[in-house]
């Protein structure tokens, strides 16, 4: 169920930016507060934001940080443990000490 939602979230997040013309930022003070329709999916916010494409546009950005940390801190790990295996002596000790 989670895999089910986690890619849900991913696909429309990356693929739903390109089917409109929707800014997340944009304001409108006509639709201020306005109760979930066909034209707004979750309504919208005190300031006349779509919550439905907010969302989508945040989950991007989010998407993109934690893939982007993930990728960076995966190379320095690699690349510590790396140069401990092939040095040796003190220097893997203390390089295994921090990474565990």
Request: one cysteine or more; charged letters at 5%; hydrophobic letters at 50%.
């Amino acid at each position: 169920i989670g895999l089910t939602i986690v890619t849900i979230l991913t696909t429309g997040s990356l693929i739903l930016p390109f089917f409109t013309t929707v800014d997340p930022a944009a304001q409108g003070t006509y639709m201020k507060n306005l109760p979930p329709s066909q034209a707004h999916l979750l309504g919208t916010n005190a300031l006349g934001q779509d919550i439905f494409w907010y969302l989508v546009f945040a989950v991007r950005n989010s998407l993109l940080l934690g893939v982007t940390v993930s990728i960076g801190v995966t190379i320095i790990a690699t690349s510590l443990c790396l140069s401990a295996g092939f040095i040796g002596g003190w220097y893997e000790r203390v390089v295994v000490v921090f990474m565990d």
